[in-house]
């Protein structure tokens, strides 16, 4: 198994750009997640899908991202204007439903929007 | 307050150290208990994973939780600079759907020759 695969590893973008994160997950696992990590706050939870419909969007600003799952073997990450502040490292992860299984993380992506 | 406390580190111990890593939470409704390892540029990965208080071993790691007092701890025995790494405790809820891991801001570890 290839694991989580997300790509691209690395994205560098000026301000007001459109930026695309793409993941695919460990085929069989029904939920898929969105996380990104920074130095000042850690892992927070974007949105997640279960079956490829969002379950929990709470964690991500809907007025410059979204989150599609249009089938069971790909999602994207979209961030429309791109800011600054949004510099960070994204991971997706996929697990299957029984969580005692943990979730198996992607290698990221980082972004540095200049 | 986060649900999920740790102390950011670093940690710097010399090989063959004992190391403890602590994390508190607030949610006493929470079960279940895990911590993940995260290599440098890398995704984290699940090292143990335990449920309600209590002990689990695992060769050299020993994850422990006391509910009673919200404390999540693990235990590195003989420490190898091949656990040089970031370290997250991670708890979630169970209420039969599926609930969303809330992570620990993560220790960062180092172990040196």
């Known amino acids: 198994d290839a694991g989580v695969i997300q790509s691209p590893r690395h994205e560098v973008t000026e301000m007001g750009q459109e930026v695309t994160l793409r993941c695919k997950p460990i085929?069989?696992?029904?939920?898929l997640f969105w996380y990104r990590q920074t130095m000042m706050q850690g892992l927070e939870l974007l949105v997640y899908f279960n079956n490829k419909a969002v379950m929990d969007d709470s964690g991500m600003p809907k007025d410059r991202f979204s989150a599609k799952m249009p089938n069971a073997s790909f999602s994207t990450l979209k961030i429309q204007p791109s800011e600054p502040r949004d510099s960070a490292v994204y991971f997706c992860a996929s697990s299957k439903p029984r969580t005692e299984f943990g979730y198996t993380f992607g290698s990221g992506t980082r972004l540095t929007v200049v | 307050q986060k649900e999920v406390e740790q102390d950011p580190g670093p940690l710097s111990v010399p090989e063959g150290a004992i190391v403890s890593l602590n994390c508190t939470y607030s949610?006493?409704?929470?079960?279940?208990f895990m911590w993940y390892r995260q290599y440098s540029r890398k995704g984290p990965e699940l090292l143990m994973y335990t449920y309600s208080s209590g002990n689990k071993e695992d060769g050299r790691f020993t994850a422990q939780v006391d509910k009673s007092s919200k404390y999540i701890s693990l235990f590195i025995r003989d420490s190898q600079p091949s656990d040089s790494a970031t370290y997250l405790c991670a708890s979630f809820l169970s209420t039969g759907g599926y609930n969303k891991l809330i992570f620990g801001a993560g220790t960062r570890l180092a172990v040196h020759p």
């Open positions: 085929s069989g696992h029904d939920y």
């Open positions: 949610n006493s409704a929470f079960q279940y």
